[in-house]
């Protein structure tokens, strides 16, 4: 059965510390990782990874795909308290378009 | 632009009632997915319409929800009867292609099954 995990679960740290977060998967099939950010409601979209070992960067966030060990890291640096939020991880096979997700992993920043 | 809009925010019914769902996507969208998270789980897949047709119904629980999108347009999903462990968070999302990179999501229905 397909599925992605994510480690660790919650995370607290300070401002301006830099966080790495987790996602492996077992997916037959291999399409695309995605991760989300999901603050009070809507997940929103933050990264697509189709190849591996190429960095996707957005201001402090980045992420890369591994996929000879089936995983992906997403890194945020000098942390913010608005960063707070829970980081979904989401895999796509290439028979459908279901998104197979990750527990998520609770990010809290403290001030 | 809209976004991803669901009615209602939350919804409390009592074990054996008829709740329906709302969303309304993106205009423009063909592509509409219901998602759910019960609490302490991951989310998971319910179904996926692509216009009025439903492409893939294979997360759906059980006979008792029903996904509709007449006229392709906004869709509902009613669970009739509720159960306790229906309890949890609706999450509709669109897109506009459906091998595109980004789903757009919605706030969520949040769901009490008394």
């Known amino acids: 059965e397909d599925k992605v995990v994510q480690s660790p679960l919650s995370l607290v740290v300070h401002e301006g510390d830099t966080v790495t977060l987790n996602c492996s998967y077992e997916?037959?099939?291999?399409?695309?990782l995605l991760w989300y950010k999901q603050e009070k409601k809507a997940p929103t979209f933050l990264f697509m990874l189709?190849?591996s070992g190429i960095e996707k960067k957005s201001g402090r966030l980045s992420s890369i795909l591994d996929k000879k060990e089936l995983s992906s890291i997403l890194n945020i640096t000098a942390t913010q308290t608005g960063d707070s939020a829970i980081y979904l991880c989401a895999v796509r096979n290439i028979s459908n378009y279901q998104l197979i997700w990750g527990a998520g992993t609770k990010l809290i920043i403290k001030p | 632009e809209a976004g991803v809009t669901q009615f209602p925010s939350h919804s409390v019914i009592e074990k054996g009632q008829t709740v329906t769902l709302r969303c309304d996507p993106i205009?423009?969208?063909?592509?509409l997915y219901w998602y759910r998270r019960v609490m302490g789980k991951e989310i998971k897949f319910l179904l996926h319409?692509?216009?009025?047709?439903?492409?893939?119904e294979s997360g759906m629980p059980n006979n008792r929800f029903l996904a509709e999108r007449t006229g392709g347009t906004y869709s509902t999903l009613k669970v009739q009867p509720a159960e306790l462990e229906d309890s949890g968070v609706y999450f509709c999302a669109s897109s506009q292609r459906t091998s595109g990179n980004e789903q757009f999501f919605g706030p969520g229905t949040r769901l009490t099954v008394l």
């Open positions: 997916v037959t099939n291999f399409r695309s």
């Open positions: 205009s423009g969208h063909d592509n």
């Open positions: 319409f692509v216009k009025e047709s439903k492409q893939d």
């Open positions: 189709t190849s």
